[in-house]
């Protein structure tokens, strides 16, 4: 074993002494330097300014808003690199004493940005700094936040080190959010013709039972279950089960809903399958679908069963893609849930509102907080917080939230909207001297 292990040894000095003859050591030295001229940008403790964690000194420091500025959401501070540079390593001193936790990330342009190392645990700060290092990351700004300090409110940063190798020009992203207007969209089309075409809808609605089938239990039994459209009773939704040939199942109902509905009570009531992707679900299907000892018919008294509020939006689906929100409109449409709070996208409807009263991009990022702070946010409670949103939130979030009002018209959920609750910025009053401020 020792003898092997020594061999294995001297295998690989051989091999690390040949990557050093194949690769110039010229372009190791190189990527290995040290990025001067950078320029830092951050809200700031008076007399903490942000220039103060690349002036050279590790004594002087660069602090977050204090406390009690009213400010002190603003955690983070960018750098910017004077061109592109390959980055090779990233050193963080904080003042030595806590412990810190922090997320760096990297952009090329400054507009989006990539988390590319970060500190979790709870190892004191020394003066040797951290060292993080990095391979492929490109970049022409660097952002860290600041996230948790022991001991104290403020994060500092008393020196920030970049090494790498400057491969060209700052690059700058001239884009600007750009959301298509809804009548622009496939989603209106798609809208138009399924409110329309009463055939073309029950064809949709059918073909999205079957899916769903496959999403649940597997393509596998697709094939076992038979849906079909049946008239609603009195304005209530209804679904009935019956044997269907050779050992399926037929469901019926007046709507998607309806329908989710029969197969989950289906599955829970004769094959003991429970489906919930939030928690934890029980899809072992029995060997064969048993058969029904009777026609089941069931039918609602409720014409709303509604679903979510504010606080599950951020505290469980803050950065929900479309893979979990498919998921939950399934369950929701199983469970019978025909009316679903929806905020999705919902910051698009600020932005633009909040530009036709002047104010730019950036004012308005700084305005609205951080996904994971949307209730307190959406509840008048808070604004910035956890924020800004990268650009491209805007045309993703609302695509988003097209995808999912499709589909909750092909089940027949109704998505309900966050009207105005009646917060602005708290400079509006400097934009519009003669607004009144209603306490
Ligand atoms: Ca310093």
Same mark, same amino acid.
């Given at each position: 074993?020792?003898?092997?292990?020594?061999?294995?040894?001297?295998?690989?000095?051989?091999?690390?002494?040949?990557s050093?003859?194949?690769?110039?050591e010229?372009?190791?030295?190189?990527?290995?330097?040290?990025?001067?001229?950078?320029?830092?940008?951050?809200?700031?403790?008076?007399?903490?300014?942000?220039?103060?964690?690349?002036?050279?000194?590790?004594?002087?420091?660069?602090?977050?808003?204090?406390?009690?500025?009213?400010e002190?959401?603003?955690?983070?501070?960018?750098?910017?690199?004077?061109?592109?540079?390959?980055?090779?390593?990233?050193?963080?001193?904080?003042?030595?004493?806590?412990?810190?936790?922090?997320?760096?990330?990297?952009?090329?342009?400054?507009?989006?940005?990539e988390?590319?190392?970060?500190?979790d645990?709870?190892?004191?700060?020394?003066?040797?700094?951290?060292?993080?290092?990095?391979?492929?990351?490109?970049?022409?700004?660097?952002?860290?936040?600041?996230?948790?300090?022991?001991?104290?409110?403020?994060?500092?940063?008393?020196?920030?080190?970049?090494?790498?190798?400057?491969?060209?020009?700052?690059? /700058? %992203?001239? +884009?600007? *959010?750009?959301?298509?207007?809804?009548?622009?969209?496939?989603?209106?089309d !798609?809208? #138009? @013709?399924?409110?329309?075409?009463?055939?073309?809808?029950?064809?949709?609605?059918?073909?999205e039972?079957?899916?769903?089938?496959?999403?649940?239990?597997?393509?596998?039994?697709?094939?076992?279950?038979?849906f079909?459209?049946?008239?609603?009773?009195?304005?209530?939704?209804?679904?009935?089960?019956?044997?269907?040939?050779?050992?399926?199942?037929?469901?019926?109902?007046?709507?998607?809903?309806?329908?989710?509905?029969?197969?989950?009570?289906?599955?829970?009531?004769?094959?003991? /399958? %429970?489906? +919930?992707? *939030?928690?934890?679900?029980?899809?072992?299907?029995?060997?064969?679908?048993? !058969?029904? #000892? @009777?026609?089941?018919?069931?039918?609602?008294?409720?014409?709303?069963?509604?679903a979510?509020?504010?606080?599950?939006?951020?505290?469980?689906?803050?950065?929900?893609?479309?893979n979990?929100?498919?998921?939950f409109?399934?369950?929701?449409?199983?469970?019978?849930?025909?009316?679903?709070?929806?905020?999705?996208?919902?910051?698009?409807?600020?932005?633009?509102?909040?530009?036709?009263?002047?104010?730019?991009?950036?004012?308005?990022?700084?305005?609205?907080?951080?996904?994971?702070?949307?209730?307190?946010?959406?509840?008048?409670?808070?604004?910035?917080?956890?924020?800004?949103?990268?650009?491209?939130?805007?045309?993703?979030?609302?695509e988003?939230?097209?995808?999912?009002?499709?589909?909750?018209?092909?089940?027949?959920?109704?998505?309900?909207?966050?009207?105005?609750?009646?917060?602005?910025?708290?400079?509006?009053?400097?934009?519009?001297?003669?607004?009144?401020?209603?306490?």
């Amino acid at each position: 074993m020792h003898k092997l292990r020594t061999l294995l040894c001297v295998a690989f000095s051989t091999l690390m002494a040949l990557s050093v003859v194949t690769y110039p050591e010229v372009s190791l030295k190189a990527a290995q330097s040290k990025i001067e001229n950078i320029t830092a940008t951050a809200k700031s403790s008076s007399g903490h300014d942000a220039s103060l964690a690349v002036d050279g000194n590790k004594n002087t420091f660069y602090q977050t808003p204090s406390s009690n500025s009213q400010e002190d959401h603003y955690r983070s501070i960018d750098l910017q690199l004077d061109g592109l540079y390959n980055l090779s390593e990233i050193k963080i001193f904080n003042n030595v004493g806590p412990y810190y936790n922090y997320q760096i990330y990297a952009s090329k342009t400054g507009s989006s940005f990539e988390k590319v190392a970060y500190k979790d645990d709870e190892t004191k700060a020394t003066t040797a700094g951290d060292s993080h290092a990095l391979a492929g990351v490109e970049a022409s700004v660097i952002r860290i936040n600041l996230s948790y300090t022991s001991g104290m409110m403020e994060g500092n940063l008393a020196e920030v080190e970049v090494y790498g190798e400057r491969i060209g020009d700052k690059q /700058v %992203d001239q +884009n600007k *959010i750009e959301v298509d207007n809804f009548a622009d969209t496939k989603w209106k089309d !798609a809208y #138009d @013709k399924f409110a329309n075409d009463q055939a073309y809808a029950n064809s949709k609605t059918l073909q999205e039972m079957s899916n769903l089938v496959g999403r649940v239990i597997g393509e596998a039994w697709t094939g076992k279950f038979t849906f079909e459209m049946r008239d609603d009773l009195e304005g209530k939704d209804i679904f009935e089960l019956e044997n269907g040939a050779e050992g399926t199942i037929i469901i019926r109902g007046n709507n998607g809903v309806a329908m989710a509905s029969g197969f989950n009570y289906y599955l829970r009531n004769y094959c003991k /399958v %429970d489906y +919930n992707p *939030i928690f934890a679900s029980q899809l072992q299907m029995p060997e064969s679908l048993p !058969a029904l #000892d @009777k026609k089941i018919v069931k039918e609602t008294e409720y014409d709303y069963r509604y679903a979510l509020n504010f606080c599950t939006y951020s505290y469980t689906m803050a950065f929900w893609d479309w893979n979990e929100y498919e998921a939950f409109l399934d369950w929701a449409a199983m469970s019978g849930i025909n009316t679903v709070l929806d905020i999705v996208g919902q910051e698009e409807v600020v932005r633009r509102t909040l530009q036709a009263y002047g104010y730019s991009d950036t004012e308005i990022k700084e305005y609205i907080s951080g996904p994971g702070y949307f209730a307190w946010y959406y509840m008048q409670n808070m604004t910035g917080y956890g924020g800004p949103l990268p650009d491209n939130w805007f045309e993703s979030r609302v695509e988003l939230g097209r995808q999912m009002h499709d589909r909750m018209q092909t089940y027949g959920i109704t998505p309900v909207l966050s009207g105005f609750s009646g917060m602005v910025p708290s400079n509006f009053k400097t934009k519009f001297a003669d607004a009144a401020v209603i306490a």
